[in-house]
């Protein structure tokens, strides 16, 4: 345990230095060393040349024969050049048996992707709830924009106030998008809502998150814009059950 401690605190040392210069490049790319049954928290400073553009975070984890055991997914929204470096930060569990994890930033093709400041740190459970009573450990997303005229869709983005795209369903697949769409949709929570709001299992107790826009967006209107402050809790919500990855999403409307 020693020597492995030793070996993940000379990378540690050798990422951080190689993350002093900036790269250009439309993927992030980094394998590390890790320990099992532990949490760590992975963060790297990144821009982009397209304002809003999304970005996908994945950790892939694997034990020693390279067999792959666990990985994580968030979706970001990317600030233009001209708002500064942005900072995506993941929290990883490791399961039994993980020894080396690799984290990858991606957008669309096209678009340019520069990084610094590359991070690993180890956090303490006491740590990883923030405050955070259990029964506010969050399932999924609801959206009330009611009496707001928004229009339904089955690809509705959200932005923060300061242009940051909080979800946009980015990774979700065409089949997946056309049978039930990135969020569904009513005009009060029923029951088959709260289907969709549960993390897995039909006894999942479902503790939503509410947000409600400032305004609404997009052409045709099926967007929403809130508060940056809103967009902050539903990021760091993100860190103890990502409910974006599964599209646990509702849009309350007229």
Known sequence: MVQRRILLS????VLLAMAAVPAQAGVFQKTFLLEANAT???????????????ALASVYIHNEHGEYLRSTKLSR???????????????????TGAQRATVMITTEDDIELSWDDFHIRRI????????????????????DARGMDLQRGMSPR????????????????QEFIQERGI???????????????????????????????????GNPENSVIISDA??????????????????SVVFLVD
């Open 158 to 173: 959200i932005w923060s106030e300061s242009g940051q795209l909080v979800y946009a369903g980015v990774v979700a697949r």
């Open 183 to 217: 969020a569904s949709y009513g005009q009060e929570l029923s029951p088959e809502l709260v289907e969709r709001l549960k993390s897995r299992g039909a006894d999942t107790d479902v503790t939503p998150l509410v947000v409600t826009p400032l305004q609404i967006t």
């Open 124 to 143: 303490e459970m006491s740590e990883t709830l923030n405050g955070l009573e259990p029964d506010k450990v969050y399932t999924g997303l609801i959206v």
């Open 77 to 95: 929204g990317v600030p233009a050049r001209n708002g500064g470096w942005h900072k995506v930060s993941v929290t990883v569990a490791t399961p």
């Open 10 to 13: 000379a990378l540690l040392v």
């Open 230 to 247: 809103d967009a902050a809790k539903i990021l760091e919500s993100l860190n103890h059950h990502d409910y974006l990855a599964r599209y």
């Open 40 to 54: 760590y928290e992975v963060s790297v400073y990144i821009q982009a040349d397209l304002e809003g553009a999304p």
